[in-house]
């Protein structure tokens, strides 16, 4: 009996891993999005249009079959792009900044995997990696009734998904999920390092560094100057990864992405007005009401906050707001909102990570909560010292 306890938290990990790894190889979703990706891997050697334009759809012919190729194809942007170089040439900036997502694949292409499994596979290993960080930091802070929710979680939150999309959500997913361990864990030092390198996996994702690095910087005193550092490393590289690739920035890649798709988008940039925003705005909003995950989350984030704001004093208890869980939980928080209100389109790739670290951080607030009720019981703390106890560690 104590075997098959000690081997059921780990199996239920393991069983998600290998979701992730099924959905690699038997159901890669081939989206548009894989076009880009072949092409600005390709792009690190073959600098000559026409050669990058001809060799990036003859991967994407043999990649798919002729009716799922027509329908890649099918609009009459995305035809043109087919056909036109020049306009196939002004999509490769929203693709190209993200060097560490499209170096890998041009790294596995080099070793002899085809490009176009490449662009699929880099996010298996990462999610894969990512689960097993999941299984790392669950069996530290959480007893084992509450391990078994994180896979769970894990599953709603439809992290194996991440695996077969030909973007860089699977890896921006182990991006949050290794800055959180590294977190919790105190490996600051580290984690100082990692949060400006994982803007070249997606650069929005300075959403999540800097309110994380603001809080570094806030708390942890002994690394207050390394995480000032960290930020302004953060943003010159967040900066010149958009200068470098001459990416057009945030309105021509909302008005690309959620108004009209433009052949052209480069040399004739659209015009987002106020009005086209606050309309994508709220249809996006109105979208909100049926996705399960986001409701979840939704869910799990006010309970998050009730500790934190209003368990001020329970039991002769202090919950501390500053403690790692309760600051993780506003760090994904942060991301969630801000990610939304500049392009509000609440696909479940995006937000994985801060939705499944959000979740964990109440595990943790929940855990050491009834620690603290346990000990207050007895009138002394977990150390032995007082009634006063950090929710998180």
Same mark, same amino acid.
């Given at each position: 009996?104590?075997?098959?306890?000690?081997?059921? /938290?780990?199996? =239920?990990?393991?069983?998600?891993?290998?979701?992730?790894?099924?959905?690699?190889?038997?159901?890669?979703?081939?989206?548009?999005?894989?076009?880009?990706?072949? &092409?600005?891997?390709?792009?690190?050697?073959?600098?000559?249009?026409?050669? =990058?334009?001809?060799?990036?759809?003859?991967?994407?012919?043999?990649?798919?079959?002729?009716?799922?190729?027509?329908?890649?194809?099918?609009?009459?942007?995305?035809?043109?792009?087919?056909?036109?170089?020049? &306009?196939?040439?002004?999509?490769?900036?929203?693709?190209?900044?993200?060097?560490?997502?499209?170096?890998?694949?041009?790294?596995?292409?080099?070793?002899?995997?085809?490009?176009?499994?490449?662009?699929?596979?880099?996010?298996?290993?990462?999610?894969?990696?990512?689960?097993?960080?999941?299984? @790392?930091?669950?069996?530290?802070?959480?007893?084992?009734?509450?391990?078994?929710?994180?896979?769970?979680?894990?599953?709603?939150?439809?992290?194996?998904?991440?695996?077969?999309?030909?973007?860089?959500?699977?890896?921006?997913?182990?991006?949050?999920?290794?800055?959180?361990?590294?977190?919790?864990?105190?490996?600051? &030092?580290?984690?100082?390092?990692?949060?400006?390198?994982?803007?070249?996996?997606?650069?929005?994702?300075?959403?999540?560094?800097?309110?994380?690095?603001?809080?570094?910087?806030?708390?942890?005193?002994?690394?207050? +100057?390394?995480?000032?550092?960290?930020?302004?490393?953060?943003?010159?590289?967040?900066?010149?990864?958009?200068?470098? +690739?001459?990416?057009?920035? +945030?309105?021509?890649?909302?008005?690309?992405?959620?108004?009209?798709?433009?052949?052209?988008?480069?040399?004739?940039?659209?015009?987002?007005?106020?009005?086209?925003?606050?309309?994508?705005?709220?249809?996006?909003?109105?979208?909100?009401?049926?996705?399960?995950?986001?409701? =979840?989350?939704?869910?799990? &984030?006010?309970?998050?906050?009730?500790?934190?704001?209003?368990?001020?004093?329970?039991?002769?208890?202090?919950?501390?707001?500053?403690?790692?869980?309760?600051?993780?939980?506003?760090?994904?928080?942060?991301?969630?909102?801000?990610?939304?209100?500049?392009?509000?389109?609440?696909?479940?790739?995006?937000?994985?990570?801060?939705?499944?670290?959000?979740?964990?951080? =109440?595990?943790?607030?929940?855990?050491?909560? @009834?620690? /603290?009720?346990?000990?207050?019981?007895?009138?002394?703390?977990?150390?032995?010292?007082?009634?006063?106890?950090?929710?998180?560690?």
């Amino acid at each position: 009996m104590r075997l098959v306890e000690r081997l059921s /938290a780990p199996l =239920l990990f393991f069983l998600v891993g290998a979701f992730a790894l099924q959905q690699t190889v038997y159901r890669p979703y081939h989206n548009w999005d894989m076009i880009g990706y072949i &092409a600005a891997a390709k792009s690190f050697e073959e600098r000559d249009l026409e050669s =990058l334009h001809t060799f990036t759809y003859d991967q994407v012919r043999h990649l798919v079959s002729s009716e799922q190729y027509e329908h890649l194809v099918q609009s009459n942007c995305r035809h043109a792009i087919s056909t036109d170089a020049s &306009a196939f040439k002004e999509q490769l900036p929203f693709y190209q900044i993200r060097p560490v997502y499209t170096g890998l694949i041009y790294l596995l292409y080099k070793t002899g995997v085809d490009i176009g499994f490449a662009t699929h596979m880099v996010s298996c290993v990462a999610v894969i990696i990512a689960v097993a960080f999941l299984y @790392l930091l669950s069996v530290s802070f959480l007893p084992r009734p509450l391990t078994y929710a994180v896979p769970l979680f894990a599953l709603i939150f439809n992290v194996p998904d991440l695996a077969k999309f030909s973007t860089p959500d699977g890896l921006a997913f182990l991006a949050v999920i290794l800055s959180a361990y590294l977190y919790l864990k105190k490996r600051i &030092a580290l984690l100082l390092f990692l949060l400006p390198v994982v803007l070249g996996i997606r650069t929005d994702l300075i959403l999540f560094t800097v309110p994380l690095l603001c809080f570094i910087f806030l708390f942890e005193r002994s690394s207050r +100057w390394k995480a000032g550092l960290s930020l302004f490393l953060s943003v010159a590289i967040y900066v010149g990864i958009g200068a470098y +690739w001459e990416n057009p920035g +945030w309105s021509t890649i909302f008005y690309f992405t959620l108004v009209q798709q433009l052949t052209h988008p480069i040399s004739m940039p659209p015009t987002l007005t106020t009005q086209k925003y606050f309309y994508v705005l709220f249809s996006g909003i109105k979208s909100l009401s049926v996705n399960k995950s986001l409701i =979840l989350y939704v869910l799990v &984030a006010s309970y998050s906050l009730y500790l934190i704001k209003n368990h001020a004093k329970t039991t002769s208890l202090v919950i501390k707001s500053k403690s790692s869980s309760a600051m993780l939980t506003v760090v994904c928080l942060v991301f969630i909102v801000s990610h939304f209100l500049l392009f509000p389109l609440a696909l479940d790739r995006f937000f994985s990570g801060p939705y499944l670290i959000g979740a964990f951080s =109440l595990l943790v607030m929940i855990t050491d909560f @009834l620690k /603290a009720s346990d000990s207050a019981q007895q009138g002394v703390t977990p150390d032995g010292n007082s009634a006063v106890f950090h929710i998180g560690r």
